[in-house]
Structure formats: structure tokens, C-alpha cells
């Protein structure tokens, strides 16, 4: 038994470590670029035959001496009418109006366009093939001279993207309503507008040998620990596969527990959730292609601070914060203590409710652990049809889900009324903490599995596996569920309540820098003057 | 060593509490103790002197050879020790639910269950453990707290007189039982390499008796 528990771990744990990165572009044998354009030419068309979106334009730069040259792009990632304004216009038109043409001749040919012809901001000098290759496929424009072994790359970038849209997740009432969309560098300028400093740091890195996925790591340098930015980077260059897709595919490869049903990757569709966790010494992943940017380390608590919290007044937000943790056990264990409730321990109900109870279960065909296993899967039918279903049609499910499953049921005394009750509960409380709901779902069978078999003993069993489990994961070197276990006294008070503003001194003591903690200046509680006019 | 864990101090207190309270709080082993009369809330606040009595060897040898552990230092004996005791506890857990939620389950259930449960604690290590004793304890604290504030309203002081009235020799004797139910310097004995202050050690411990004696005198 511990034999083969242990070949089972080797297995897990043995392919993590098999392999060393191979994919970047840096270790692709270098082939510098020909100084014969012919050859280049010959070699760009071979390199992307078969490619109809390939666009190769070949043309002379009308000088005194004229020079040979032509450029490459991909139609549809540039913007055709810049390439032909500030690319082609210039090289062959306005070259001839300037003293340039004067001193032109075939060995300071790419330094004069380059410095005195081309009026584009982004322009690159790359003497390699496969660089100027990942260039072309980024959407760049390429320009090769004759008699040059060098190629300018121009960044001319310009394809049809998604307009910042609110998102459907991390829905707020106060605060900001933008959401990133699918291209990187407009998240990235979305936090940079968020957060104006120029320790912002954007690492990027390209991972995928097919993809080429551009992926961006975020943090704000002396605020977030250098250690976990390490760990970031250095999980990431493991990663050696052939696509990234979305930014689930880099959380699984590299999350920290694998086999956990628990998520220890955090992730966030709003800049300003993003910029407010790297504030908190976080390191934000970014991917080209998916509006959800990645957050580590993730903290268990973190499923329950919404980002409206701190923009409203502290009051209510606590109370709210409470209301979500009460939800997230109504959601977890409700059906499974019905279960336990009604089957076993029926002396610990007050005598009136267990009157209505056995009165509403009369005549009832399936003990209350089958009827709670079939309304829960019942539920997650409805729940996952509601999700895929056409809109038009979502109407239609529902009224037959509330209607024909809750009501026709009961009525027909196949189901009693206070299940239905329980798992409705269940249902609505379970997305008022939204970011965890499938965890809980899955918690929500195994309990009532539990209490099925060992009543309120068996939950308690689940519950002392399930804590014992939390409190073993970490996420990136962080406990998951820090500050409450182990106890760290100051990030405590943003746990259960939200302490106001003035109050939240410092940062989160595991997850920011240690020697740079201080968030504000003590004492910045409101104090107004008492001396103001009646 | 095979932990390599480190808890600290704070967890060691609340780890001692968890593993006593909930006994006392299931048997009440001290009704069956002497003096065996109302006097038994003064045998329970006396205990914690009694306590640092019983537990001051430990403490000494432990303050002297803080880095070796319990196994390292006398083996094969306290294995057996701790096969016995954890035994015993689990026999407890499970006499105490088939007697009254669950009188038609069979015990081994129980004991499995629960030994399961322990084992994957285990199975994570001691760091582990120790933060899970940090979530538990404060659970088990405020609800002894809470029932003892709905129960308030029924307290009967009155119950209490005489005071001392066999005088105060059984008193004491029932504090040094009460003291001595506690085996846990043995346990303590164990922990003491893994804690990441020795130097607090004694603050720790006081803290420890405390709990037990403050939170034995209402029950």
C-alpha cells in the first residue's frame, strides 16, 4: 500500500521535473540574415509558402541610386493605410524632396533611413532570420535593404479588437466599470494608468512553441517580494508546451497543488482589482488573447473581499463581508446537515419544526440524502444548461426548472417542500461568493455523502479532512489560509470586517515586501476642524 | 529529524488546549474527582500551581536539552507510551458517541474514521497540525464562552456553600489529581525541538495551565 502510494507520488512529481525549458527563441540556432536581398527574399517566400495572409511587397527606393528592397507584413495584423503612408511614401516618394538623396549611396543607405526618412516612433534594427520572423508573426512590418544584412522592423500593428467592454464577472455597483479585453498591451496600459509609477514592472515572455503567446508579469518593484517574482518567472520558463490559449492553461502548469480542488491562482477580469492586489505586493500575470489576468499568491480570504469593500463606507461592506462568509457555510453545508438533521438526529430540532417537517415528508418515496443527491444534481443540470443555453431559450429553462422541478414535484410528493427549500438556499448563496463556486459544489456532494452515512460525526470528519487540507496548501510559498492560520495579527482585522481606510496601515505581512510594509502614515483618521461657522 | 516544521509558540498553546479541553468537556472527568463536593471549583483553580509542579521536570530538562526530542532521547518506552495514550483517546471519542448520538453504530467506525482523520494530518506534517490547532482552538474557546453565557441565567451560586467545608485538605488533593490527569508533559516533551522560540517556553506553558484551570472552574 505505502509502496504504491508512493510510486503514485513519484509519478506526480517526477514529471514536473523531467524536462529543463527548451522552447524560447534564444535557443533556436541563430541564422544571421543575407546581405544578398535575393537570397533573403527567396528565403521569406520559402519560409512562408502556403501562407495567403503573407503579404511581400518588392519595390526601389527611388534614390539617385536606386536600392533594391521590399517589405513583408501579415495582412490583417497591420494597418494597411500606415504601411503605405509612413513606410512606402517616404522611401519612395519623399526621399527624392529631401537633401538626403544628395548624400545617399549603397553603405549609409539603412542609416539614413533610418534616421532621417522613416517618421515612425517604433523602428528596430534585427540582423537575425527567426528574430525578424517572430517580428512578422507579432504583426510588425519588415523592410529589407540590398546590400544590407540587416532588417529594419517597423511596428506598425493595427488589427480589429474588442472595445473595453464591463465585464460579466466582478460585477460592481460603485466603482470602476472597465474591464482588460483580449489584447495585451491594452491591459497594459489600462494598469499603467492605474497605477503611474515607473516601478510598474511588465516582464514579458513568450511561451508556447507553437502559440508564441506573448504572457506579461506584472508587479510593482519594491512593493512586491523579489522571491515570489522569482518563483513566478522561473515557473513560467519551465512551462514547455505547445499552446497557450487562455490563462487557465498557464494556472495549471503552474499552480502549486495540482490535486487540490481548491484554486491557489487568483484571477481577475478588472484593472483595478489587478492594480489593487499588486499594490498589496501581488505579481499579476498577464496573456495576450484572454481578458483574465492571473494573481499570485492567492489567498483563500481573497474569494471573499469584493473590490466594492473598500470603495463604499466601511459599515455596511463589514457587514456584507460577514454575510459572505455565512453564505459560503449555508452554500458548503446546508443540504448536507438536512441530511444529517432529519436522519439522525432528530432530537436536536425543536418539536414544532419537526412536526412540519415529517408532515411535509409524508408520503415521500426516497430517503432525504437520495432526495438532496438528486435535487443537487438537478440543480448543477439547470445551472450549467442556463450557462450554454441561447438566450431566448434561458427563459424557457428556468420556468421549467422553478416550475415544473420545484413546484410539480412537491405537489406530486416526490420531493418534500423543505428540500426544495434547502437547495434553493444553497443554490442563491452559493454565488455570493461567485469565485469559489465550484469548490463548493463539489464540497456540497461529498458532505452530504457524508451525513448520508455518519450524520453530523461524518461532517465533522469531512470538515476536519477539508480544514487539515487548506491549511496544508500553499500558494507560491504563502499559507492559503494566512492570516487566519497560521495568525497574523495585523492582516487579521481585513478578514472577517473591512476596517476603514485610515485604519489598514500596513500591507499584508506574508505577501509584501518585508522591509517595505508601511502602506500610509498612521493617523490618517479624519479629523476636522471643531471652530466652523454655525 | 524527521519534521523539519517549526511552530510557534502561539500554536503549542492552543494545540495543548484543543487536546485537553475537548476530553474534559466531553466526560467531565472532575465531578469523579475528590474532594467530590461543591468545592471542586476551588480544586480547579488550585490545579494550575499543581500544574507547574507536575510539569516543572519536563520543563528543566527540556530548557537543557531543548534540540533533542522525545524518541531521540528515551525510544522504545515512549513509543509505547504514545501507542497506549493515542489508543486511549480514540477509545474515549468513540465511547462517548456511541453512548449517546449513535447507540446502534458499532465503535470501529468511529475509531476509524477518526484515526483516518489523524493520519492526514499527520500525513501533512506538524506545521499543519499547528495551524490547524490556530483555527480550532478559538472555535472551541467561544463556544465553551457562549454556552456558559446561555447557561448564565441558571447559575445558582448559592450551590456553592459552604465553603471548604471538610476543610482545605481534599480541596488541595483534588487539585493535584486534577493536575495529574494531565499527562501532557509528555506531550509537550515532544513538541519542545519544534518550537520556534524555546526561549518562551515557560510564558507559553503558563498560558497553557491557565486555559485549563480558568476554563474547568465554570464547568
Known amino acids: 500500500m505505502l509502496k504504491w502510494l508512493r510510486k503514485l507520488n513519484r509519478y506526480f512529481t517526477s514529471s514536473n521535473l523531467k524536462q529543463k525549458s527548451n522552447h524560447s527563441t534564444s535557443e533556436k540556432t541563430e541564422t544571421p540574415l543575407s546581405s544578398n536581398i535575393e537570397e533573403n527574399l527567396l528565403k521569406i517566400k520559402d519560409t512562408f509558402s502556403n501562407a495567403s495572409d503573407i503579404v511581400i511587397r518588392e519595390f526601389e527606393i527611388s534614390t539617385r541610386v536606386p536600392i533594391k528592397a521590399f517589405i513583408v507584413y501579415i495582412d490583417g495584423l497591420v494597418d494597411k493605410d500606415f504601411v503605405q503612408m509612413n513606410l512606402m511614401k517616404p522611401l519612395m516618394i519623399d526621399i527624392n524632396l529631401s537633401k538626403a538623396d544628395d548624400e545617399f549611396d549603397h553603405k549609409n543607405a539603412l542609416n539614413i533611413i533610418y534616421q532621417r526618412i522613416l517618421t515612425l516612433s517604433e523602428v528596430k534594427k534585427v540582423k537575425d532570420f527567426h528574430e525578424t520572423l517572430d517580428y512578422i508573426l507579432s504583426g510588425d512590418t519588415a523592410l529589407f535593404l540590398d546590400g544590407f544584412s540587416t532588417a529594419l522592423i517597423a511596428s506598425l500593428r493595427g488589427w480589429e479588437s474588442r472595445n473595453i467592454t464591463p465585464p460579466d464577472t466582478d460585477v460592481v455597483v460603485r466603482g470602476p466599470r472597465e474591464g482588460f479585453t483580449e489584447t495585451l498591451r491594452i491591459s497594459t496600459s489600462q494598469l499603467r494608468r492605474k497605477i503611474k509609477n515607473p516601478n510598474l514592472k511588465f516582464e514579458k515572455m513568450k511561451i508556447g512553441k507553437q502559440t508564441q503567446t506573448d504572457v506579461v508579469i506584472a508587479y510593482i518593484k519594491g512593493i512586491a517580494d523579489e522571491k515570489i517574482v522569482e518563483e513566478v518567472k522561473r515557473r513560467l520558463s519551465k512551462i514547455d508546451t505547445d499552446a497557450i490559449l487562455e490563462s487557465g492553461y498557464i494556472e495549471q502548469y503552474i499552480e502549486d497543488s495540482p490535486l487540490s480542488f481548491l484554486p491557489t491562482v487568483g484571477n481577475s477580469e478588472k484593472p483595478d482589482i489587478v492594480a489593487a492586489k499588486m499594490l498589496e505586493g501581488r505579481v499579476a500575470i498577464l496573456t495576450d488573447g484572454t481578458p483574465f489576468a492571473l494573481t499570485v499568491p492567492y489567498l483563500f480570504i481573497e474569494a471573499f473581499q469584493s473590490s466594492e469593500d473598500y470603495y463604499s463606507r466601511p459599515f455596511y461592506a463589514s457587514i456584507l463581508r460577514l454575510l459572505r462568509f455565512v453564505a459560503y457555510f449555508i452554500s458548503v453545508f446546508s443540504p448536507a446537515l438536512y441530511v444529517a438533521l432529519t436522519t439522525y438526529h432528530q432530537e436536536m430540532l425543536p418539536p414544532a419544526m419537526l412536526i412540519s417537517i415529517a408532515a411535509a415528508r409524508e408520503g415521500t418515496p426516497f430517503p432525504a440524502s437520495v432526495e438532496a443527491l438528486m435535487m443537487g444534481i438537478i440543480y448543477e443540470i439547470l445551472k450549467e444548461a442556463g450557462v450554454r443555453l441561447p438566450r431566448p431559450v434561458g427563459q424557457a429553462v428556468s420556468i421549467v426548472g422553478a416550475l415544473v422541478i420545484g413546484e410539480a414535484a412537491v405537489s406530486a410528493s416526490l420531493i418534500g417542500a423543505p428540500m426544495v427549500i434547502v437547495v434553493s438556499l444553497t443554490a442563491i448563496a452559493s454565488y455570493v461568493v461567485a469565485s469559489i463556486n465550484d469548490t463548493v459544489s463539489i464540497m456540497r456532494f461529498v458532505y452530504v455523502l457524508l451525513a448520508a452515512f455518519l450524520g453530523l460525526f461524518g461532517i465533522m470528519i469531512g470538515a476536519a479532512v477539508f480544514l487539515t487540507h487548506m491549511v496544508s496548501l500553499k500558494s507560491f510559498g504563502v499559507p492559503y489560509l494566512s492570516p487566519i492560520a497560521p495568525i497574523v495579527t495585523e492582516d487579521l482585522k481585513d478578514v472577517f470586517f473591512r476596517p476603514p481606510l485610515w485604519k489598514m496601515d500596513k500591507r499584508p505581512q506574508l505577501i509584501a515586501k518585508e522591509e517595505n510594509m508601511v502602506r500610509q502614515k498612521p493617523d490618517l483618521m479624519p479629523n476636522p476642524p471643531k471652530n466652523d461657522r454655525k | ?219
Open chain 2, 1 to 219: 529529524m524527521l519534521e523539519k516544521g517549526k511552530i510557534s509558540n502561539k500554536q503549542m498553546v492552543m494545540l495543548f488546549t484543543i487536546c485537553r479541553l475537548m476530553l474534559t468537556m466531553a466526560f467531565l472527568p472532575y465531578v469523579n474527582s475528590p474532594p467530590w463536593s461543591q468545592d471542586l471549583w476551588i480544586s480547579s483553580i488550585l490545579a494550575f500551581p499543581m500544574h507547574i509542579i507536575l510539569a516543572l521536570p519536563v520543563y528543566t530538562l527540556a530548557k537543557r536539552f531543548s534540540k533533542l526530542s522525545l524518541i531521540e532521547s528515551i525510544e522504545a518506552m515512549y513509543v509505547w507510551f504514545f501507542l497506549h495514550r493515542t489508543s486511549t483517546i480514540l477509545r474515549e471519542l468513540g465511547e462517548f458517541l456511541t453512548a449517546v448520538p449513535y447507540p446502534e453504530t458499532p465503535i470501529i467506525v468511529f475509531i476509524i474514521a477518526s484515526a483516518l482523520c489523524a493520519a492526514y494530518a499527520v500525513f501533512h506534517g506538524l506545521e499543519t497540525i499547528g495551524r490547524l490547532a490556530e483555527i480550532i482552538a478559538p472555535v472551541i474557546l467561544s463556544s465553551v464562552f457562549l454556552v456558559f453565557l446561555l447557561i448564565a441565567k441558571d447559575v445558582d451560586i448559592s450551590n456553592l456553600t459552604p465553603v471548604l467545608e471538610d476543610g482545605i485538605v481534599p480541596v488541595l488533593y483534588g487539585a493535584f489529581v486534577i493536575a495529574a490527569r494531565t499527562t501532557m508533559g509528555m506531550f509537550l516533551w515532544i513538541l519542545i525541538p519544534y518550537i520556534n522560540e524555546p526561549r518562551k517556553i515557560r510564558n507559553s506553558l503558563l498560558i497553557v495551565f491557565l486555559i485549563f484551570s480558568l476554563h474547568l472552574t465554570p464547568s
